[in-house]
T-cell receptor, first 110, second 116 residues
């Protein structure tokens, strides 16, 4: 079952904040976040693990609520370079087999 | 830097043709994946492999097969291409299927396949 991402799209001005949510109907082993810029391959941002261990990216953080089977990605003081489509990938059983959400398109304007 | 390369950026094939998409990674990764990406649907896993000659079905394996004869190479095969297989195909690799700290997937540039 594909995780549900919200919102589908968001438009920001430089310096504004955004939150992208990812919700699964299944128990999660880990949640992964990727960003894909237009015409490019997806790039890993971070992984959140059951039990709280987290690997992060520079100015982007995330949370993982295991009970609610949800994760949120926080982008603060957005920059033009944050523009792209953000995907969450959920791992229900380990082994890095991910089910990706449909993506959230983020556009940051000057 | 990890490099994942795919044999073609653009490919046009006719309905019924057998199509081979090749993916090569240069970092001795154990895991390799094939996804297709369609607008509004995100990335959907077709097949993955956690070792040479090992393969596992993903979420949408119908109409596809894979081959992994060498650790660095993972091929996606469309046995008889159909128009509904027109899509962007992305290959990815990751270091290990069991070590969580190595779960980062590295993606290739993609192959845009058009079946006419």
């Amino acid at each position: 079952q594909q995780p549900v991402q919200s919102p589908q799209a968001v438009i920001l001005r430089e310096g504004e904040d955004a939150v992208i949510n990812c919700s699964s109907s299944k128990a999660l082993y880990s949640v992964h976040w990727y960003r894909q810029k237009h015409g490019e391959a997806p790039v890993f941002l971070m992984i959140l693990l059951k039990g709280g261990e987290q690997k992060g990216h520079e100015k982007i953080s995330a949370s993982f609520n295991e009970k609610k089977q949800q994760s949120s990605l926080y982008l603060t003081a957005s920059q033009l370079s944050y523009s792209g489509t953000y995907f969450c990938g959920t791992d229900n059983g380990g082994y890095n087999k991910l089910i990706f959400g449909a993506g959230t398109r983020l556009a940051v304007h000057p | 830097d990890v490099k994942v390369t795919q044999s073609s950026r653009y490919l046009v094939k006719r309905t019924g043709e057998k199509v081979f998409l090749e993916c090569v990674q240069d970092m001795d990764h154990e895991n390799m994946f094939w996804y297709r990406q369609d607008p509004g649907l995100g990335l959907r896993l077709i097949y993955f492999s956690y070792d040479v000659k090992m393969k596992e079905k993903g979420d949408i394996p119908e109409g596809y097969s894979v081959s992994r004869e060498k650790k660095e190479r993972f091929s996606l095969i469309l046995e008889s291409a159909s128009t509904n297989q027109t899509s962007m195909y992305l290959c990815a690799s990751s270091l290990s299927p069991t070590v969580i700290s190595s779960y980062e997937q590295y993606f290739g540039p993609g192959t845009r396949l058009t079946v006419t």
